[in-house]
Antibody, heavy 115, light 107 residues
Framework: EVQVVESGGGLVQPGGTLRLSCEAS????????MNWVRQAPGKGLEWVSY????????RYVDSVKGRFTISRDNAKNSLYLQMNSLRVEDTAVYYC????????WGQGTTVTVSS | DIQMTQSPSSLSASVGDRVTITCRAS??????LAWFQQKPGKAPKSLIY???SLQSGVPSKFSGSGSGTDFTLTINTLQPEDFATYYC?????????FGQGTKLEIK
């Protein structure tokens, strides 16, 4: 079964850090680009970051540039999002999604930034 | 950034109806357009990619069309499980962007 499973969310204070993980199975992970997408409570979907299949290209939404870093380990079939200097407005469910057309999504992991 | 505008933002319909949701891009995106369905508390589900291609396993009652700046999602013969929020998304140019969503409710 093709699937991705996120983990690593939690409650963190403003200015804190978290590292999200996304483990893929059932497909050739190294052949696909990957994305992180988030959804704040009661709001719509927002694309956060992209990484190419071989990690040569990464992209970010302006609001997280310089604070978040996307990476992957193809040997471990895993995608990561290092989140530093977290803000209250980063509170959201974070999803990993496969490829540009986002054909496969995980169940999401919840990040809450609050004092 | 490319702005994606969906209309309507909400829609009431009855079981058995056919509905159409429109998505307009602020600049041309060729056919790099996807549609998603999301139910409360659940992850989005991919329905359509490349504007008109049905994802594997998605029933043929869903169809997409359009190219350039104007796109539509049509859902035929609504069933109770189709009432959800629908999003379009462009993946032609970074940053990828989503429409604001269309909430489809039972009349």
């Amino acid at each position: 079964e093709v699937q991705v499973v996120e983990s690593g969310g939690g409650l963190v204070q403003p200015g804190g850090t978290l590292r999200l993980s996304c483990e893929a199975s059932g497909f050739s992970f190294s052949s696909y680009s990957m994305n992180w997408v988030r959804q704040a409570p009661g709001k719509g979907l927002e694309w956060v970051s992209y990484i190419s299949s071989g990690s040569s290209s990464t992209r970010y939404v302006d609001s997280v540039k310089g604070r978040f870093t996307i990476s992957r380990d193809n040997a471990k079939n895993s995608l990561y999002l290092q989140m530093n200097s977290l803000r209250v407005e980063d509170t959201a469910v974070y999803y990993c999604a496969r490829d540009g057309n986002m054909d496969v999504w995980g169940q999401g992991t919840t990040v809450t930034v609050s004092s | 950034d490319i702005q994606m505008t969906q209309s309507p933002s909400s829609l009431s319909a009855s079981v058995g109806d056919r509905v159409t949701i429109t998505c307009r891009a602020s600049q041309g995106i060729s056919n790099y357009l996807a549609w998603f369905q999301q139910k409360p508390g659940k992850a989005p589900k991919s329905l359509i990619y490349a504007a008109s291609s049905l994802q594997s396993g998605v029933p043929s009652k869903f169809s997409g069309s359009g190219s350039g700046t104007d796109f539509t999602l049509t859902i035929n013969t609504l069933q109770p499980e189709d009432f959800a929020t629908y999003y379009c998304q462009q993946y032609n140019i970074f940053p990828y962007t989503f429409g604001q969503g269309t909430k489809l409710e039972i009349k």
